[in-house]
């Protein structure tokens, strides 16, 4: 991804949800370097405090409690920024907030599957229509962050596929009903990335296989574990950093005419054209051909979550 050069006019509020850390954080501070007024969604105080506190390096970064999954909450956050932006109007809202859940399907409870899906996707159209009307009036963009596995499913992260699939599926849909009102929608796609997510993909794996049958559990756990070691291998190994998704960030806004998706990452790029390419039995095949050499090529990794040890 080539860096964005261009410096917005001070006057260009953004919306970023999931700002705590990770992609998001990182998205954060590099559009309020660049210039742009950043309401930063945050879930507690200490996130918050921690914004705050690069406030003074990183232009104007503004902290917001936000939960998506909290009407109270998206309301609250509306009002506040509709205030602060009414000399400006608002230019972009940038939803990055998800979570990924990590266990094989029959395993994962409905309540984890429901939070999975109101997070990544209800959240996004919840917050996209909260600030709409802003919108609008600015004839702005949305930004949503999606991934790879929004173009091919793997075994295991079977109710996060669901969540990005959906999430495509809405972006295209906004993207088309909101172009003749002159706001833009596109979808950023990145791939592995070492971010915090990859810890919480284990806790939340552990977590569910806890209390899932433990004969469900054993009918799973060897390949599961290995799926688990191989992807944060991957994520380790991966040259895409998370200023390659900034730079992404940063340019679906400042772009006269933004694209519809942005790849980021070798193994975004390669997801998309294996979908267009590789019949779905050939992509079994492969899957599961991948997950067995992956985990023998990183044979010398040993992970020290208990999962892997169980």
Request: charged share 20%.
């Amino acid at each position: 991804m080539r860096s964005v050069t261009v410096t917005p006019a001070r006057s260009k509020s953004v919306v970023v949800t999931g700002a705590s850390s990770g992609l998001g954080r990182a998205a954060a501070i590099h559009l309020g370097k660049l210039g742009y007024r950043v309401f930063a969604g945050v879930r507690t105080e200490s996130s918050a405090a921690e914004l705050t506190r690069l406030s003074s390096s990183t232009g104007e970064l503004i902290p917001v409690m936000l939960d998506v999954t909290d009407a109270a909450s998206i309301a609250q956050a509306g009002k506040l920024v509709e205030r602060r932006c009414s000399d400006t109007g608002l230019w972009a809202v940038v939803n990055n907030a998800g979570i990924a859940i990590s266990a094989p399907l029959e395993c994962v409870p409905m309540d984890v599957v429901r939070t999975q899906l109101e997070t990544n996707v209800v959240g996004a159209l919840a917050v996209s229509q909260r600030f709409l009307p802003l919108l609008r009036a600015s004839r702005g963009r949305i930004v949503n962050i999606s991934s790879g596995v929004g173009n091919v499913a793997p075994p295991y992260l079977g109710a996060y596929a669901a969540s990005q699939f959906a999430k495509e599926g809405i972006s295209d849909a906004l993207r088309r009903e909101l172009r003749p009102l002159g706001v833009s929608v596109s979808v950023i796609q990145p791939g592995a990335v070492g971010t915090p997510i990859w810890r919480k993909i284990h806790e939340s794996a552990e977590e569910i296989l806890a209390v899932a049958p433990a004969e469900v559990v054993e009918a799973y756990r060897a390949r599961f574990i290995e799926f688990l070691n191989m992807n944060e291998v991957r994520a380790q190994g991966s040259k895409t950093t998370t200023a390659d998704f900034a730079d992404a960030v940063a340019e679906a806004l400042a772009a006269k005419r933004p694209k519809a998706r942005y790849r980021v990452g070798v193994d975004s790029w390669s997801s998309t054209l294996a979908r267009r390419i590789v019949p779905d039995r050939m992509m079994d095949v492969l899957m599961a051909v991948g997950i067995s050499a992956s985990t023998r090529s990183a044979s010398s990794y040993r992970p020290t979550r208990k999962l892997a040890s169980s």
